[in-house]
Nanobody, 118 residues
Framework: QVQLVESGGGLVQAGGSLRLSCAASGRTFSTYAMGWFRQTPGKEREFVGRITWSGGSTYYADSVKGRFTISRDNAKNTVFLQMNSLKPTDTGVYYC???????????WGQGTQVTVSS
């Protein structure tokens, strides 16, 4: 069982940066791939990016590639989402998720709101 808690969301102007954190409980955190997703009202949840259990490989949606960076610290059971050059279209609730592979996710956090003003 893994419990996930996101933090770091807030209000930022377009062009600014935010760093989200996702703290995990459970001794098996380092065995899970981690993903970030986002959702805005009326839209389906959108994949943002993912990182392998070791942190050795990352993959991003085209919409955030070159602007967002995912990293993890397995010693601290934490995964990060560094978001730069933010756009109003990045606004949404951001969720982290854990899964045995990078293709399906079994555990989800409660989400943190990110609002980018123009």
């Amino acid at each position: 069982q893994v419990q996930l808690v996101e933090s770091g969301g807030g209000l930022v102007q377009a062009g600014g940066s935010l760093r989200l954190s996702c703290a995990a409980s459970g001794r098996t955190f380092s065995t899970y791939a981690m993903g970030w997703f986002r959702q805005t009202p009326g839209k389906e949840r959108e994949f943002v990016g993912r990182i392998t259990w070791s942190g050795g490989s990352t993959y991003y949606a085209d919409s955030v590639k070159g602007r967002f960076t995912i990293s993890r610290d397995n010693a601290k059971n934490t995964v990060f989402l560094q978001m730069n050059s933010l756009k109003p279209t990045d606004t949404g609730v951001y969720y982290c998720a854990a899964g045995a592979s990078g293709l399906s996710y079994h555990y989800w956090g409660q989400g943190t709101q990110v609002t980018v003003s123009s």
